[in-house]
């Protein structure tokens, strides 16, 4: 059976890339988890360079969704002791610099926002040959790392974020990057209503490379609003993945359902899932990260069970890594299961 060797994506973040050889082979292990076609998959060093290695009979399947996992950078077929360069194709819609521009504290490693992605993508029904665009929602998005991943995939994106320098920041690094690149778009701002007036304001992105695409083009829209009100702003079953990243409890923090400001995931996770719940689709998943050191496994495991999620056993060895002193982040992946 042919040997592959996946030689990892290099970071600039020390700590990230001493950890990113138990990641990778994890993030592959779940690729084998949805797929069913490798085996033998280990680690290896090639030159101080750190790899994945692995089997697999029939190669042309996977490499669309090797060539988007966080932890690609090349791949080689083995053959004796010569490597063999197999091209990967996945071609992104936009380029890479759309993610790795924006630099700023508190940002989400952009290959670590990758890997939620594919983790949601991969535990759901929507990890198929040939791809599919799915719909990606993150719930608590910031300046819109996960935005950005989905749509340089050619996803239709959408996120929420009760912060308002946040969600402006994000939306007008996009419409100027969207200029420089010389794309067509129309941007469109609305006020969404009920009965008592305006609750929250989206911002609606359509998008293309040119004026033939743009018939159809991609959609990324920025809400400024509560995430707990998730379910009033979008239409039901309308996402094929939620991605997250929830309050470390350090810098991140969301509203509470008194008014007040609180850093505690596990209360914030009891007020939103129920309209998380309501915006994903069937066969849907979701992915979430979090800081151990403010919420336990067994917590969240038991808070996504009450509100009809079913979470999924971690792949490989787990994705428990160290980001800085404070925090201590693993991740979750949960299925739709009512």
């Given at each position: 059976?042919?040997?592959?060797?996946?030689?990892?994506?290099?970071?600039?973040?020390?700590?990230?890339?001493?950890?990113?050889?138990?990641m990778a082979l994890s993030e592959?292990?779940?690729?084998?988890?949805?797929?069913?076609?490798?085996?033998?998959?280990?680690?290896?060093?090639?030159?101080?360079?750190?790899?994945?290695?692995?089997?697999?009979?029939?190669?042309?399947?996977?490499?669309?969704?090797?060539?988007?996992?966080?932890?690609?950078?090349?791949?080689?077929?083995?053959?004796?002791?010569?490597?063999?360069?197999?091209?990967?194709?996945?071609?992104?819609?936009?380029?890479?610099?759309?993610?790795?521009?924006?630099?700023?504290?508190?940002?989400?490693?952009?290959?670590?926002?990758?890997?939620?992605?594919?983790?949601?993508?991969?535990?759901?029904?929507?990890?198929?040959?040939?791809?599919?665009?799915?719909?990606?929602?993150?719930?608590?998005?910031?300046?819109?790392?996960?935005?950005?991943?989905?749509?340089?995939?050619?996803?239709?994106?959408?996120?929420?974020?009760?912060?308002?320098?946040?969600?402006?920041?994000?939306?007008?690094?996009?419409?100027?990057?969207?200029?420089?690149?010389?794309?067509?778009?129309?941007?469109?701002?609305?006020?969404?209503?009920?009965?008592?007036?305006?609750?929250?304001?989206?911002?609606?992105?359509?998008?293309?490379?040119?004026?033939?695409?743009?018939?159809?083009?991609?959609?990324?829209?920025?809400?400024?609003?509560?995430?707990?009100?998730?379910?009033?702003?979008?239409?039901?079953?309308?996402?094929?993945?939620?991605?997250?990243d929830l309050p470390y409890g350090?810098?991140?923090?969301?509203?509470?359902?008194?008014?007040?400001?609180?850093?505690?995931?596990?209360?914030?996770?009891?007020?939103?899932?129920?309209?998380?719940?309501?915006?994903?689709?069937?066969?849907?998943a979701m992915a979430l990260s979090?800081?151990?050191?403010?919420?336990?496994?067994?917590?969240?495991?038991?808070?996504?069970?009450?509100?009809?999620?079913?979470?999924?056993?971690?792949?490989?060895?787990?994705?428990?890594?160290?980001?800085?002193?404070?925090?201590?982040?693993?991740?979750?992946?949960?299925?739709?299961?009512?």
């Amino acid at each position: 059976m042919p040997v592959y060797l996946l030689l990892l994506q290099p970071s600039h973040n020390r700590l990230y890339t001493a950890q990113g050889t138990q990641m990778a082979l994890s993030e592959v292990s779940a690729l084998n988890d949805a797929m069913g076609t490798l085996s033998d998959i280990t680690p290896e060093i090639i030159d101080n360079a750190p790899c994945v290695s692995f089997s697999c009979p029939d190669l042309d399947p996977l490499r669309p969704l090797l060539a988007r996992l966080s932890a690609t950078f090349l791949l080689f077929r083995k053959e004796n002791d010569a490597l063999i360069p197999i091209p990967l194709g996945g071609k992104t819609a936009l380029e890479e610099d759309l993610v790795s521009i924006p630099k700023y504290s508190g940002k989400t490693n952009e290959r670590f926002t990758r890997l939620l992605m594919n983790m949601a993508l991969l535990a759901s029904d929507f990890a198929t040959y040939p791809p599919v665009q799915v719909s990606i929602l993150d719930p608590l998005c910031a300046r819109g790392t996960t935005m950005f991943e989905g749509a340089l995939h050619g996803h239709p994106t959408a996120g929420i974020d009760n912060d308002k320098k946040e969600i402006d920041w994000g939306a007008d690094y996009f419409e100027k990057y969207l200029k420089t690149k010389r794309w067509k778009h129309k941007r469109a701002d609305e006020n969404i209503t009920d009965q008592n007036g305006v609750f929250a304001r989206k911002i609606t992105f359509s998008f293309a490379p040119d004026k033939e695409e743009f018939k159809n083009p991609l959609v990324m829209e920025w809400v400024r609003g509560d995430t707990r009100q998730a379910g009033r702003i979008f239409k039901k079953r309308a996402f094929s993945l939620i991605v997250a990243d929830l309050p470390y409890g350090v810098q991140h923090g969301a509203a509470a359902d008194t008014g007040s400001f609180t850093r505690n995931p596990l209360q914030l996770m009891d007020q939103s899932l129920p309209g998380w719940h309501e915006l994903l689709a069937s066969g849907g998943a979701m992915a979430l990260s979090w800081n151990l050191f403010v919420m336990k496994r067994p917590e969240l495991e038991a808070m996504l069970q009450k509100h009809g999620f079913a979470p999924q056993p971690p792949s490989g060895e787990g994705f428990v890594h160290r980001v800085d002193q404070a925090i201590q982040r693993d991740l979750i992946v949960a299925r739709k299961a009512t």
